[in-house]
């Protein structure tokens, strides 16, 4: 089992910039699948960015195809989500998630274990 914890979220300007962070408890990070997830006020929760376990493979919604970056260092039990040139459509609470499998399911049904989410507020 994994424990997640988010952090880097924030309010920016359009344009601006963010890097969030996911770190996990455990000594077995480093076989988990992890993703990036978000959820805006009274819409449902939806895919943002995944990636396997080694970091080889990543997946992206293409909402944020070419803007946003995940990445992972297993030796600091932490995934990443740098997020470049945002609008303010992509403001919600983002939640990373754990999945035992080989990565890049697009469904919350796939991933067992959540964070809590971190607030990410775009101004226009």
């Known amino acids: 089992q994994v424990q997640l914890v988010e952090s880097g979220g924030g309010l920016v300007q359009a344009g601006g910039s963010l890097r969030l962070s996911c770190a996990a408890s455990g000594r077995t990070f480093s076989s988990y699948a992890m993703g990036w997830f978000r959820q805006a006020p009274g819409k449902e929760r939806e895919f943002v960015a995944a990636?396997?376990?080694?970091?080889?493979?990543?997946y992206y919604a293409d909402s944020v195809k070419g803007r946003f970056t995940i990445s992972r260092d297993n030796a600091k039990n932490t995934v990443y989500l740098q997020m470049n040139s945002l609008k303010p459509e992509d403001t919600a609470v983002y939640y990373c998630a754990g999945d035992r499998g080989r990565g890049g399911s697009t469904s919350p049904i796939d991933y067992p274990y959540w964070g809590q989410g971190t607030q990410v507020t775009v101004s226009s």
């Open positions: 990636i396997n376990w080694s970091g080889g493979s990543v």
